[in-house]
């Protein structure tokens, strides 16, 4: 006689069987809400899908939270639901942390004043950020990657100040993007194809850049179909909303500056870095800026500079620049690669490569060199709003002249899933090899099922995705997809500094803080995932600043995923309850047993002047 089946097992085949009908329902909601925001409108089937969808009535009548306690617990002036209006129009485009206003009362020497900025408690916006009037989803990739709808970034002052470089064009209510540059002018891809002749780029050997000065991103944007991940940073309003461009688009990028603080990165982080015109004084400041490029590349690593002042022989008079002038600045550049040991592969018209040495014993004039020039700090990725330094980060130490110091990597893809040099060198303690296999083969099973949940996840209609506090990037390698990019977030205070071991994987991030506000404009991620962020941040910042700055970067009907202990998602979704989301809470894909829950919510559209809304 088969075994009667406990409750505990009817248990878990209620919960899957509301994990599927909530995940089908979610599906079919915002498969609706992204074909009323003009897009998709293809998909005749779908549309018949959506219209006889319901079914999904069913899903309003369950009680999600039936065996989760919390908010029957709570008294009446707690269970009051807190309502967020919306902010001003004036704020469409808001960037709390680099502020214009606020940024002018700073220093302008060595760009302090395009720094971080962050606004005080008592100056912080307790409202929710409008979409502008007319903002439609932005096109999937790679249409996206050529054309941006005119009414989700409404600025054409590019398109006047850049008209002959062939960054941007205006054509009725789209900009198109024709991939050209200041210094591309034949376009972005004939541009790469010269890199390529020299740096390994087409055999995954360089996986990671960074793009200083990045403009609307094209080098980035044209680097992906190479399967090269570019981070690109520019500052606010250098030139108008190129960042916002680059963003819309769907290529990686965030508002930064190099001025006087550390760039947000690991060491040894980038495979290649990059400027093309981006007007940084890298013969300056003692060569600094250079210092802290090459604490960011990796051993072995690439830099390019193109434009002025390569080639002033030939380039002096059509840049107007006066030819001595020229010839100090590059004459500086060279003599700081020399101290940087770095060695030179390349010069030709206005492009010039240099690679970074592999280790110290690999540099000859090192070897007798006397000067005081490594730093004295202990060596450390702790550069949260840290000082940049004047001296040279030194390498890790290796036994033989021919080891890549800290670590030899795969190509990409094989170096995805191969164990990170960190982890398997010890360098992120508390985090061994099996621990890493573990992480990874648990968040495949996590990201199975989100997309059973969300089955849009994989189709393109979510291309910018954020990990908030991303841990080993796990979560983005099990999504790894030509279709979509993830930046992961690994949060100052997290208790493992993992962002080195996600470069070393072929991913990219950031350092950040979620007490602030993240440096990107509103509206520009399609999916952002939470796990376990609620649970760090408790007594370190208001849970209401860091829902709100969510909502701020989160796309009108885009999506976001909590993972965290049911206590505190309880608590989310009561106070989201209040900005304009819908949501949902499942058990865990294991069953109602376990204390992690899983709560899923869309981003209502509406724009500015407008109480609009898909749920309507």
Not at 412 to 435: C, Q, T
Request: glycine share 8%.
């Amino acid at each position: 006689m088969a075994p009667k089946p406990s409750s505990a097992d009817g248990r878990t085949r209620s919960s899957v069987q509301i994990f599927i009908v909530v995940g089908l329902c979610l599906f079919f909601y915002i498969l609706g809400a992204w074909q009323r925001s003009g897009f998709g409108k293809g998909d005749s089937i779908a549309m018949e899908i959506t219209k006889s969808g319901s079914d999904c009535n069913i899903v309003s009548n369950l009680n999600f939270e039936t065996h989760h306690g919390g908010e029957a617990e709570t008294n009446d002036s707690e269970s009051q639901l807190k309502i967020f209006e919306p902010c001003d129009a004036q704020y469409t485009d808001y960037t709390p942390c680099q502020d214009q206003r606020r940024a002018m009362t700073f220093p302008r020497n060595n760009m302090i004043y395009r720094e971080r900025h962050c606004p005080a408690e008592e100056e912080k916006l307790h409202c929710l950020i409008p979409a502008p009037k007319g903002y439609v989803t932005p096109f999937p990739w790679p249409k996206s990657r050529d054309y941006v709808p005119f009414a989700n970034a409404p600025y054409k002052s590019l398109t006047v100040e850049k008209a002959v470089q062939n960054w941007i064009q205006y054509e009725g209510n789209v900009f198109r993007f024709p991939g050209g540059g200041t210094q591309f002018p034949q376009g972005a891809d004939k541009y790469i194809d010269q890199l390529a002749a020299v740096i390994p780029i087409k055999n995954g050997t360089v996986r990671t850049a960074l793009d200083t000065g990045c403009g609307v991103a094209s080098w980035g944007a044209y680097l992906l179909s190479r399967n090269v991940l570019a981070m690109s940073f520019a500052p606010r309003d250098s030139h108008e909303a190129q960042v916002q461009f680059a963003l819309e688009r769907g290529v990686p990028a965030v508002i930064g500056v190099l001025g006087t603080i550390k760039l947000p990165y690991p060491s040894r982080a980038f495979d290649m870095a990059h400027c093309s015109r981006c007007l940084i004084p890298w013969g300056g400041n003692d060569g600094t800026y250079l210092m802290e490029v090459d604490r960011v590349l990796r051993p072995g690593g690439y830099w390019v500079l193109s434009g002025p002042p390569i080639n002033w022989k030939t380039n002096y008079k059509s840049w107007q620049r006066p030819r001595d002038e020229l010839e100090e600045e590059q004459r500086k550049i060279e003599d700081i690669a020399k101290l940087l040991c770095w060695e030179k592969k390349f010069e030709k018209g206005e492009i010039a490569i240099w690679q970074k040495r592999v280790n110290t014993d690999s540099c000859p004039d090192r070897q007798d060199d006397s000067r005081d020039i490594f730093c004295k700090s202990p060596v450390s990725d702790d550069v949260w709003y840290e000082k940049m330094e004047t001296c040279v980060t030194p390498y890790p130490t290796v036994e033989s002249s021919d080891e890549v110091a800290g670590g030899e990597l795969k190509t990409f893809p094989s170096r995805l899933y191969d164990v990170p040099p960190r982890i398997s060198s010890g360098s992120v303690p508390g985090i061994s090899v099996e621990a890493y296999h573990e992480d990874n083969n648990k968040w495949k099973r996590h990201v199975k099922a989100y997309k059973k949940i969300n089955k849009l996840i994989d189709t393109g209609r979510y291309r910018n995705i954020m990990d908030m506090n991303a841990g080993l990037g796990s979560f983005a390698a099990a999504l790894e997809s030509s279709k979509l990019w993830v930046m992961n977030v690994v949060p100052t205070i997290a208790e493992k500094n993992t962002l080195g071991a996600i470069f070393e994987r072929g991913l990219i991030g950031i350092y950040h803080d979620w007490c602030e506000a993240f440096s990107t404009y509103p509206r520009t991620y399609d999916l952002i995932h939470a796990h376990g962020l609620f649970s760090l941040y408790k007594d370190k910042c208001n849970m209401e600043d860091i829902l709100l700055e969510m909502d701020r970067i989160l796309r009108p009907e885009g999506a976001v995923i909590f993972r965290d202990e049911v206590d505190v998602l309880v608590k989310v979704k009561k106070m989201i309850g209040g900005m304009r989301w819908d949501a949902k809470m499942v058990d865990h894909e294991d069953g109602p047993l376990v204390p992690e829950k899983v709560l899923i919510a869309v981003k209502q559209y509406w724009v500015v002047g407008g109480n609009n809304s898909t749920s309507h």
